[in-house]
């Protein structure tokens, strides 16, 4: 019953669809039927232009997802550690991180052309900053009973860390990673709408020009499809981490 329940509202929202561009209302040209987006995906899958687009776009996405979490884990603990980095950085931090990613794009492609190089930073700029920020509020949310506990056990810098800063900051950083994969896609997907060659983003555009609206809801629909099966698989991997690592903090 709880699949069902999961699948009711998708399966509604495709008969309303069907049921709208069978009505003549409006244009099979700007809504065509499920089934006619349905034989375009089919088709391109079996012409393996669709599996080339989204491994291009998968492969981009988690490289410079891996990127991120590297950057901006590193950033936070710098800042958490020393004080004086935070006000050194806070200002031109708080600068770039009200900057959209994709205001970015025509500067980055004047700089590096239009490119991987390119694309991996447009994921950067969007993805780092709610890692760097989660994981040093994390890291900074020590309860004092716990620092007391740390004191009166006489416990080293390296198990302090490892054994009452870490488990205190999952959470935090959790939250961050999830939210920066999220960021991650739905940039890699903007950036490809205009500075790329390959890529869902890419397929979206080009059948926009060839006027082919059936292959752009292909393309959308893919981008959602996808985006939300790797949030589910990413959020339930964490989870399965944490219960065997930190099963008190998970819980």
């Not at 958490?80 to 994709?102: G, K, N, V």
């Not at 694309?119 to 716990?146: E, M």
């Not at 999952?170 to 994969?181: C, E, H």
């Amino acid at each position: 019953m709880r699949y069902w329940r999961l699948l009711l509202t998708p399966l509604l929202l495709v008969i309303y669809w069907q049921l709208l561009a069978s009505s003549g209302l409006i244009s099979a040209y700007l809504l065509p039927s499920p089934v006619t987006v349905f034989n375009s995906a089919v088709t391109m899958w079996q012409t393996g232009a669709l599996p080339r687009h989204v491994t291009t776009s998968l492969l981009r996405v988690f490289e410079g997802f891996l990127l991120s979490c590297c950057m901006g884990t590193l950033l936070a603990g710098l800042v958490a550690r020393y004080s004086w980095l935070e006000q050194l950085l806070s200002a031109p931090l708080a600068l770039f991180r009200m900057i959209p990613p994709l205001a970015m794009t025509p500067l980055l492609i004047l700089w590096l052309g239009i490119g991987e190089t390119t694309q991996l930073s447009i994921i950067i700029l969007a993805s780092v900053f709610p890692i760097f920020l989660n994981t040093r509020d994390g890291l900074r949310r020590i309860s004092p009973a716990h620092k007391e506990l740390a004191v009166s056990l006489h416990l080293s810098r390296l198990r302090y860390l490892l054994a009452i800063v870490i488990p205190s900051a999952i959470p935090s950083v959790v939250t961050g990673f999830r939210l920066a994969f999220g960021y991650s896609w739905r940039a890699l997907i903007g950036a490809e709408l205009i500075a790329a060659s390959s890529g869902l983003g890419y397929l979206i555009i080009d059948s926009q020009e060839m006027m082919r609206t059936d292959a752009v809801m292909v393309g959308i629909l893919t981008i959602g499809l996808i985006g939300w099966l790797l949030d589910t698989l990413f959020y339930r991997t964490l989870v399965q981490v944490l219960n065997r690592r930190f099963p008190e903090v998970a819980n």
